[in-house]
């Protein structure tokens, strides 16, 4: 083995490479990069010694003897602890590495062997042990780094490997950070990235159209990176979404998972964190009755099997419970694996070894085997195994051209103190960049059937995705176990087709769960029975409003009537059978925005003429006797019923120019709109046993600035409210019969006033109850009409039958 680097000249060494990095943090995220590194420097400075505590473990055991080939070693850091545990995938590895040992084509001369330390699934946990190997006293230069375990604890190592000129394959990570090359220059990955299994998860919404999902992320950069693509995805195709990002606090526990993190009407959930974060989700949804068919959850695919199983009381959850939230859930396996493939498909790494023969051999053979005695064997295996392959291959293909390439073998040389002949790889050390760079090509030029697939990069180090498997948890009706079921498949256009043997209904025996957007939508129009009601009241008023007015033109030339200016009253009578009128239209059945459109807008024009023609008119009455009774000049005006009737125009102009002032405003929509709103009055409901939604709306008047406009509107009919009582009580104490309605016009007047304020507040708060404000509404205006006609008319009809008693009573209301 090479002696030991001096500590200092190294130290110098990397302090130097690492402020050359500087010029080349131009963005936040590069930023954070750089202040990584130099934290990681200064914890090198404050201590020259492997950090205590960190054991290494080395794989294959190296051989002793005359005939033992010389040893070449490789950092492996993985996490043997912490979120995710990414051990589970190192019996592919071994496997990998005895064949590698036992194929003399390779590495001639040499045999490879592993350095382990865990880095716990954690940032700082990787640095040490990083830079705990990088140190190391007794296996001084490693030639590469295989890790380090899941994407959080491979982010910081990957950054700052090349600045010791060693490449960095991972097998396990597969944040889309990665595909940054500025930030991870000599980094190569077997697994796509995050950022492909969120267009799988785009693929499945857009097969079946689902219209909303919630997006449910643990706060960790591999999760929010690959949500964030898939953000892009829905927002493109109008796709409604939420996110619930969650935070780790002490011992992997969600803070402020609740029932709150589900309730938003969302249906198709997509879970998108480490496999404690899965467990809680999964245990809380079971809480809060979210299972299928009414409710789908997509989860992680590369989580360990049994992953649901592991520490699940302390959530609150059984393990049956647990099984029963998760059957039907779907998983999309985006990363190659061997369990997935034809079994009777050959390799290129080891003669006639076909895929069934790696799956035996490796559950067989490597499960509970020293050195590391790993209990079970997870999916990304095969994925290690083929990492492996391609970190031996580029090591083998970099041996050979340093053999062959004399000026290459030269230049490497120039690294090594004390040459005594041409370079040879185990004199490597972290100063030289030549080996390492020879190394980056012959990993860029990697192309081999592995164990998993296929296996090339891209030009960011990322291995491609050929296609996605969808899986589904089912119960096995054999054993009773909970399994995941290869379902179907996305090819890399995205299409999804099932897997032969599977159909609609195996997948969903129970329908397709809905996306909680509504399907079943209802317009509900007022009540038939309230409807009918006010239409029996508003006809009735309309045959009562005929009789006064028949009334009042038989007996116009009596000399009370004539005092009550009987022309005048033909416009009460008038606007009387508007309000009436108003009533049918408020109530009437209206399902379309059109109907409901034409009904709003003729209220607003009934209502408006109609209290203008019967309230005006008595108004401008009153101020007629007021005139009279008020003015001693014996030379004043007399004031005939054309002037009042002029003056009741004046105020029919004043409410059209509003209305058609207002109804220029607004467009085609004419005064007032009709708008679908919630029906607050019907609860919504679901049916079937998917819950599909069933909402229930109304139309309601509306329009752009509508309280500014209603608040005109009504204030000019307070106004004349106001005037009206002024001129009753100044003519109080006119005794002349037909001329002192002064009592009844008050007390017209103060229930008017009581029926119109309580019809303002109900155009404000009871907007959607369109029952209760209909009711409300329609019977203030009965009200309100009914006394107006019954003291303008019925209190004359006593007077007249005192004057004429020969007339029978019903004669002078026939």
């Not at 130097?16 to 750089?34: A, C, F, T, Y």
């Amino acid at each position: 083995m090479p002696d030991m680097p001096d500590m200092r000249s190294l130290l110098k060494f990397r302090t130097d490479k690492i402020r050359s990095l500087e010029p080349h943090l131009q963005n936040v995220h590069e930023k954070m990069w750089g202040k990584l590194l130099l934290v990681s420097l200064l914890s090198l400075l404050s201590s020259n010694a492997a950090s205590p505590g960190l054991v290494d473990v080395i794989y294959p055991p190296v051989e002793n003897g005359p005939d033992a080939r010389t040893p070449l070693y490789f950092s492996l850091i993985q996490s043997f602890s912490g979120q995710y545990i990414s051990v589970y995938s190192l019996p592919g590895l071994h496997m990998a590495l005895d064949f590698i040992n036992q194929d003399n084509t390779l590495l001639p001369g040499y045999s490879l062997h592993y350095v382990f330390t865990d880095a716990a699934c954690d940032r700082k946990e990787a640095l040490n042990a990083f830079h705990h190997q990088v140190f190391d006293k007794v296996i001084t230069n490693k030639l590469g780094v295989i890790g380090s375990g899941c994407s959080v604890s491979t982010e910081p190592t990957a950054a700052i490997s090349h600045y010791y000129n060693l490449v960095q394959v991972s097998c396990i990570a597969s944040s889309p950070a990665f595909r940054n090359r500025v930030l991870f220059p000599r980094y190569f990955q077997i697994l796509p990235t995050d950022a492909s299994q969120a267009n799988a998860f785009y693929a499945m919404i857009r097969h079946y159209n689902w219209r909303r999902v919630a997006l449910i992320v643990q706060d960790e950069n591999l999760f929010t990176a690959a949500i964030d693509e898939l953000k892009e995805d829905l927002f493109k195709d109008g796709v409604e979404y939420t996110e619930e990002t969650l935070v780790i606090v002490e011992d992997d526990i969600i803070e402020g998972l609740s029932r709150d993190t589900f309730d938003d009407g969302s249906r198709i959930f997509i879970v998108a964190g480490y496999a404690p974060v899965g467990r809680q989700i999964m245990c809380e949804a079971y809480k809060n009755n979210l299972l299928y068919p009414r409710y789908l959850f997509f989860t992680i695919s590369w989580y360990s099997e049994g992953w649901w199983r592991d520490g699940v009381e302390q959530y609150g959850c059984t393990q049956e419970q647990m099984e029963q939230v998760l059957e039907h859930t779907l998983t999309i396996v985006f990363l190659p694996s061997a369990r997935y493939l034809d079994p009777s498909l050959t390799t290129d790494t080891k003669t006639n070894l076909t895929i069934g023969e790696y799956l035996r051999r490796e559950s067989e053979e490597y499960v509970n085997r020293a050195p590391l005695n790993i209990s079970k064997v997870d999916d990304l295996s095969s994925d290690c195994y083929d990492g492996m392959y391609a970190f031996t291959y580029a090591l083998n293909s970099t041996i050979n051209d340093l053999n062959t390439n004399m000026t290459l073998n030269d230049m490497a040389n120039n690294y090594v103190d004390n040459v005594t002949g041409p370079f040879r790889i185990e004199s490597f050390s972290y100063e030289n960049s030549v080996v390492m760079e020879t190394m980056f090509k012959n990993l860029e030029r990697t192309n081999f059937r592995g164990v998993s697939g296929d296996v090339h990069f891209d030009s960011n180090g990322i291995r491609a995705v050929t296609q996605f498997i969808v899986l589904q948890y089912r119960k096995n009706q054999s054993t009773g176990d909970l399994e995941s079921v290869v379902v179907g498949r996305i090819s890399p256009d995205l299409t999804f087709t099932f897997e032969p043997g599977e159909t609609e209904d195996t997948v969903w025996p129970r329908g397709v769960p809905y996306d909680g957007v509504t399907v079943n939508e209802e317009v509900l129009a007022v009540h038939v029975a309230l409807t009918v009601v006010l239409t029996f009241l508003s006809c009735a008023g309309i045959i009562f409003s005929i009789v006064c007015l028949l009334f009042n033109f038989y007996f116009r030339n009596t000399k009370l009537i004539r005092l009550t200016s009987p022309n005048l009253n033909y416009l009460i009578g008038s606007g009387a059978i508007l309000l009436y009128l108003a009533i049918t239209v408020t109530v009437w059945p209206a399902t379309t925005a059109t109907a409901a459109g034409v009904l709003c807008n003729l209220q607003v024009w009934l209502t408006g003429f109609g209290y203008s023609l019967c309230y005006g008119t008595i108004l401008v009455k009153m101020w007629r006797v007021y005139y009279i009774f008020n003015n001693p000049n014996s030379q004043k005006k007399k004031l005939h019923d054309w002037m009042l009737t002029l003056m009741v125009l004046c105020f029919l102009v004043i409410d059209l120019a509003m209305l058609v002032v207002y109804s220029a405003v607004q467009g085609s929509r004419g005064v007032l709109g009709a708008e679908r709103v919630d029906d607050d009055e019907t609860s919504n409901i679901e049916e079937g046993h998917q819950g599909i939604p069933r909402d229930f709306y109304v139309y309601v008047c509306s329009s752009l600035a509508r309280d500014i406009f209603l608040g005109i509107f009504y204030g000019y009919k307070a106004l004349l409210q106001v005037c009206g009582l002024f001129l009753a009580f100044a003519t109080r104490k006119v005794k002349v019969k037909g001329l002192d309605d002064s009592k009844w016009i008050a007390a017209t007047i103060y229930i008017t006033s009581i029926v119109l304020a309580i019809t303002i507040l109900s155009l404000y708060t009871l907007g959607g109850l369109q029952n209760r404000f209909s009711g409300v509404f329609t019977v203030g205006l009965f009200i309100g009409t009914t006394f107006i006609m019954a003291f303008v008319f019925v209190s004359k009809v006593g007077h007249n039958t005192a004057l004429h008693p020969s007339i029978p009573f019903y004669k002078c209301v026939s």
